[in-house]
């Protein structure tokens, strides 16, 4: 199974085994990790999913609704490393995946 | 604020799930109760009429994980319905035949989609779509008809449209007013989304009303004021009634949703209500969204934990995914007396509506960046005002 590893602020760490489809937003709320919103519920709309990718395969390309819903992130935009977690799907995405949650999302 | 303090909330969608957790966040030690009647893991409702509907997701998007609850003190009490409320003793009673004290009790029920009562509604193949069981009803009629008719040319009217023509239904909208979205957008808003849709290939009826649906168990035909259409799936997407039957009940004063003050709390000091059922006692208006559910959650969080005594204010913001058509909302654009378009009504474009000089609010299409301009312009103003 894929697996996401959420990196918290604090340094903590937790990772979770996905299914395939998975988002990293939606684990992310099944699983209880703190930081991660979703309002809209995946739809790349409110931003409130950000994160920064760590030890990364590579990645799709970044779609245009989401390049600039980046750009209006509540916390700072790294430009290498800053997704939407509601874009990002296990399996076809990644296999493995490391992000790290931002301190704010709103 | 003391631990045997209990905030009773009745109502598990967004704005209860986010009462709560806000209510943890900002240090309240003592009981949290959610009860709603529905059975399901409280879960999130924009993606029902869109993604989920096509069927890529098979779960709904939860709200909270399962485990969340218990991690956090949180009794959810799903599968319940609240019968009654005592204002007096302070309970609420459950249809189990139980009671629930409470020192706090916030009102977040939402609303019901409104129904369309002409002959033959009650015909198999006519659906609502506003609830996780409403959406996984749809699925499979979605799956072996050919057409479809939608009535009302809303958000979910239009949203559930696209997800039909997108698995290559034939689909016509039909509504009685003159043009979609009569509510929700500027009517150039609206003819932009509209012309696109029908570039791929949905059919619309203006200036039409249902007089009738025909069929022997299952609709067949829809009988309209423009003419007569076949379908096997009917889709109603007219709006919401709020549920406020309870608190109307219980004496607390109801005019078209539960009326609140500028602290959203309703006629009773001891019950608040918020969400798509909480009418301002000043605007006389309701706001249906999910930022809106959350957003006053939070403050009725911070204002019960006494962090807050100011009056609630807030920029509303609305979305609609309608395919490849992003609408992003901010503001509220009826009291608009100029406004100004940026960009092309064919491609992306945004509206910006003025009052005299200032800013309101922005609609745009397709254009991220502008709403979230918009939205920062703003949410500062309100903070400095």
């Known amino acids: ?106 | 604020m003391t631990l045997d303090e209990t905030v009773a909330c009745i109502g598990a969608g967004h704005a209860g799930v986010q009462l709560a957790e806000s209510l943890r966040t900002e240090g309240f030690a003592g009981r949290i109760v959610l009860i709603d009647e529905q059975e399901h893991l409280p879960y999130s409702r924009p993606p029902l009429s869109k993604e989920f509907m096509t069927g890529t997701e098979m779960a709904p998007l939860p709200l909270k994980g399962a485990s969340w609850y218990a991690a956090h003190d949180v009794t959810l009490h799903t599968g319940t319905r609240a019968t009654s409320i005592d204002r007096e003793r302070r309970r609420v009673h459950l249809e189990d035949g139980s009671a629930l004290g409470w020192n706090h009790l916030v009102l977040a029920q939402g609303a019901r989609a409104r129904t369309l009562d002409v002959p033959g509604s009650t015909l198999a193949g006519i659906h609502t779509l506003r609830t996780l069981n409403d959406a996984k009803g749809l699925r499979a009629p979605l799956a072996r008809s050919n057409r479809v008719v939608v009535v009302g040319a809303g958000f979910i009217g239009l949203e559930f449209a696209c997800a039909a023509r997108a698995t290559g239904l034939d689909v016509t909208v039909v509504d009685p007013a003159g043009r979609a979205l009569a509510r929700s957008v500027s009517s150039v808003t609206a003819a932009a989304l509209v012309s696109r849709l029908e570039a791929a290939g949905t059919h619309f009826s203006f200036e039409t009303s249902v007089l009738a649906f025909q069929g022997e168990d299952h609709v067949r035909r829809v009988l309209t004021s423009n003419g007569d259409l076949d379908a096997d799936l009917v889709v109603i997407g007219i709006g919401v009634v709020p549920r406020d039957e309870l608190a109307h009940e219980a004496g607390l004063e109801v005019d078209g949703g539960i009326v609140v003050d500028s602290a959203l709390l309703t006629s009773d000091p001891n019950i608040t209500a918020v969400g798509d059922l909480a009418v301002s006692s000043s605007t006389g208006a309701r706001t249906e969204c999910v930022q809106n559910a959350a957003d006053q959650a939070r403050y009725v969080a911070q204002r019960i934990v006494g962090k807050t005594a100011e009056q609630y204010a807030h920029v509303p913001r609305f979305w609609s995914h309608l395919g490849p058509n992003r609408l992003q909302i901010v503001g509220t654009w009826t009291g608009s007396d100029n406004s100004e378009l940026a960009g092309n009504p064919d491609g992306a474009f945004s509206i910006r509506h003025y009052r005299g000089s200032s800013l309101i609010a922005v609609e745009s299409v397709n254009q991220p960046r502008e709403h979230m301009q918009a939205r920062k312009a703003l949410e500062s103003r309100l903070s400095v005002a």
Not at chain 1, 39 to 44: K, L
Not at chain 1, 45 to 74: D, F, R
Not at chain 1, 91 to 97: L, N, R, T, V, Y
Request: hydrophobic fraction near 35%; glycine fraction near 8%.
């Open chain 1, 1 to 106: 199974m894929p697996t996401i590893t959420y990196r918290q602020p604090d340094g903590s760490t937790l990772s979770v085994a996905v299914s395939d489809g998975t988002s990293v937003m939606r684990a992310a709320l099944e699983n209880d990790i703190r930081g991660i919103i979703g309002e809209c519920g995946g739809q790349a709309m409110c931003a409130t999913c950000h994160v920064y990718v760590g030890s990364t395969p590579e990645l799709p390309p970044i779609a245009e609704e989401e390049q600039e819903m980046l750009e209006c992130t509540a916390a700072p935009r790294d430009p290498a490393r800053s997704r939407l977690g509601c874009q990002l799907k296990a399996g076809s995405d990644f296999e493995a995946i490391e992000v790290e949650i931002p301190a704010r999302q709103v």
